[in-house]
């Protein structure tokens, strides 16, 4: 019988349908196997009645059929899998069916150049994973105590463990307690069947907002429809991969981004997930060699998706395992004989094992540990320098060095989020860790495009004249914080040589204008400099005039600026108050603790009525006042039954009065603050019975010794 001839459309493109008849000598089957890779490589498909792919085609004497059961001779499967229900055996006879297939091969009867299809390109990144087959395996439920149930491939297992392929992208080992209903045997097609019913709904679990309940739905139905192709399930898997690709378009649907396509959608949600076991591992210290094959393989993965981030990140550990053989670690004598830049190039190499946390999360990570480095030097909690602190220790002779490696991607291992590269869950690259060591030296902060060739210019035009020429110009910068730091490293280095430099910017530009000089040349202010001080008793900045009064009062004894901070605070609303920085609460305090009339009375005025912010601390520092005008308006004050905070009634105004009352005058009981208001008023009025009962007596001078 000659061969039948049938075309179609599939998804667009003509294909080309065979239909044979008996048994195929060795050659057939190598002509088969071939034509149709050779179809497939290109825009071939060749599909077999009633329309199934046809990936590999093998010897059915040798191959059984996906489900288990044997095939007729002359039957051909896919390796890959296919139904075996809707599935036709193919059979090649003669001489002139040979001759076609050879021409299939050769030729390629190619219609359309064209892409492989999302759906086959999106199980082909899956596939790429290099994870085990689930053909031959048995389906399994686990009982993972709370993190509730865990369905996947069982690949091995005893009595104590259970090693499984799960749908969490990876082969996962769990203890076995040894009840017998922890691990039992599921249906496969039965649950891929409760899968295509359920929908994305049957994940509501997982996460409230359905954006995201969408998109982890579309994760799990790629790898089903995986493990369906690779158990021969092909209608079960096209039709997951159908009901993928809706819950990608619904998972984007909320929000101005546009869908991406299945597979950009599968690379990146894969890729996600293996960065970031990539980065804990690194934060957990493995070796950089797994380290390596890790990166090595989600490039691989993510090959024309987004991969060059994994590639930059795989060729850098590629650099850094061939380091770790050459390098030598240098005793503690070799290291004081090497030059400044060999010192540098030795510290900036172990920054790789550095592996510090954000202080909180999400947050940026520093490659500073988290202790304080305290004016004389010393640190706080003490410890040996690690590589970062021993670079900064080095000063203005580690700059050249650190200056060559701004943009180094090597990875350290500080892991946090926020970094330029984008991700959840980042590493902090050497690069980005000798900027902040830079900026911690000299004061500046490189910028983020190019920071090396500004770097560079900076070097050539102030840094290699040396710190004092560099902080010396920095001293007119735009940025207050640079004018700041400048100013505090000069006085540090020579303050008489520095001081009359800083001083006389401190003149030139008026201390409402350049007050980050005051903050630094503060304790080489003379009895010349007060007027200029009280030139700047005008400003309505909270930290200008609040730094201006404490310095005439502490090196002056002058309360000249008393008054005008205590109007400041008293004037503010909420809005303003909220507003300052760093806050109300340091000027406050201050004037808490000046004894003097014009800090009393504005004490006593912000704790009747000021915005919200500052009679808060008002009243937490009234105990510091202790006048009796003080006593008067915190008494007044008890009557104020309104809530700190609108609609919360665990705090309010007459509390803090009454505590604060207590503070002043010693009063024994404790109060009763986690109570009900009703019982909290009955308290204060016991308080107040009693300092009627005992103020007229009060000797206020021994309170304030």
């Known amino acids: 019988m000659a061969p039948e001839y ?12 065979v239909r044979c008849s008996t048994a195929p000598s060795g050659l057939d089957a190598a002509v088969l196997y071939h034509a149709a890779g050779a179809l497939r490589r290109g825009a071939g498909l060749l599909f077999i009645a009633p329309g199934q792919v046809v990936d590999r085609v093998c010897p059915a004497d040798t191959t059984a059929s996906p489900e288990g059961g044997k095939s007729d001779p002359g039957s051909f499967f896919p390796l890959s899998g296919a139904d075996p229900h809707g599935t036709s055996t193919i059979r090649c006879v003669d001489t002139m069916t040979r001759s076609i297939l050879l021409l299939i091969l050769l030729a390629g009867l190619r219609p359309a150049e064209a892409a492989p299809a999302p759906s086959e390109e999106a199980l082909e990144l899956y596939e790429r994973l290099g994870l085990p087959d689930a053909a031959g395996k048995e389906f399994v439920r686990l009982d993972a105590g709370q993190r509730g149930d865990v369905y996947g491939w069982r690949l091995s297992g005893d009595e104590g463990q259970v090693v499984l392929l799960t749908d969490n992208l990876g082969v996962e080992t769990y203890p076995l307690s040894g009840d017998p209903g922890q691990l039992q045997a599921v249906d496969f097609p039965a649950f891929c069947d409760r899968f295509l019913a359920d929908g994305p709904d049957s994940n509501s679990f997982w996460i409230d907002q359905d954006d995201w309940r969408f998109r982890i739905h579309a994760v799990l139905a790629v790898q089903y429809a995986a493990w369906c192709r690779q158990r021969g399930r092909l209608g079960a898997a096209a039709e997951i991969l159908a009901l993928a690709d809706e819950s990608v378009r619904k998972g984007y649907r909320q929000g101005a981004e546009e869908p991406p396509t299945l597979p950009d959608f599968v690379a990146k949600a894969i890729g996600v997930d293996l960065r970031s076991r990539a980065v804990r591992a690194a934060a957990d210290g493995a070796p950089r060699t797994d380290l390596l094959a890790r990166w090595r ?3 691989s993965v993510l090959r024309g998706h987004d991969d060059a981030h994994a590639r930059l990140l795989a060729g850098a550990y590629e650099r850094m395992v061939a380091e770790d053989e050459a390098f030598h670690e240098p005793a503690p004598e070799e290291l004081a004989r090497m030059t400044a830049d060999e010192r540098a190039r030795t510290w900036i190499y172990k920054l790789r094992d550095i592996a510090n946390r954000p202080f909180v999360h999400p947050g940026n990570v520093s490659i500073f540990p988290l202790r304080i480095k305290m004016a004389d030097g010393t640190r706080l909690p003490p410890g040996e320098l690690d590589a970062a602190e021993r670079l900064e220790e080095m000063g ?36 980005e860790g000798c900027q902040e060591i830079f900026q911690a030296i000299t004061g500046l902060r490189p910028p983020r495009e190019d920071p090396r060739r500004w770097a560079e210019e900076w070097w050539e035009s102030a840094g290699k004249f040396g710190p004092r020429s560099c902080f010396a110009r920095i001293l007119d910068s735009s940025d207050p914080s640079e004018r700041r730091r400048a100013a505090g490293e000069l006085l540090a280095r020579d303050p008489a040589v520095f001081a009359p430099l800083v001083l006389g910017k401190l003149a030139e530009h008026g201390v409402a204008a350049r007050p980050e000089y005051l903050e630094a040349a503060e304790a080489h202010l003379g009895p010349e400099h007060r007027p200029l001080l009280e030139a700047a008793l005008g400003s309505r900045d909270l930290r200008t005039l609040a730094l201006v009064a404490r310095v005439l009062w502490e090196r002056f004894g002058a309360d000249s600026g008393l008054e005008p ?5 008293l004037a503010a609303d909420e809005g303003t108050a909220r507003g300052w920085w760093p806050g109300p609460a340091e000027p406050v305090s201050f004037l808490s603790r000046v004894d003097r009339p014009a800090a009393v009375e504005a004490m006593c005025a912000l704790v009747r009525k000021s915005a919200r912010t500052v009679r808060k601390y008002a009243l937490e520092s009234a105990p510091n006042v202790q006048w009796p005008g003080m006593l008067a308006a915190l008494l007044g004050v008890l009557d104020d039954r309104a809530p700190t905070w609108p609609g919360d009634e665990r705090t309010r105004w007459c509390d803090l009065a009454a505590k604060a009352i207590r ?10 603050e986690a109570a009900a208001p009703e019982a909290r008023d009955e308290w204060i009025e016991e308080l107040r019975a009693w300092v009627g009962e005992t103020a007229p007596t009060l000797d206020w001078e021994a309170l304030r010794r």
Not at 398 to 418: K, M, Q
Request: net charge positive; with cysteine.
């Open 6 to 17: 049938q075309s179609s459309k599939i998804g667009g493109r003509a294909a080309r349908r």
């Open 297 to 299: 393989l989600i490039a």
């Open 565 to 569: 901070l205590g109007c400041l605070l």
């Open 396 to 431: 203005w002779d580690a700059l050249p060095v650190l200056i060559e490696h701004l943009e180094d991607p090597r990875p350290t291992r500080s892991t946090g989020s926020g970094l330029p590269s984008g991700y959840l869950s980042v590493l902090l690259s050497t690069g």
């Open 663 to 672: 503070h002043l005058l010693h009063y024994a009981p404790e109060f009763p």
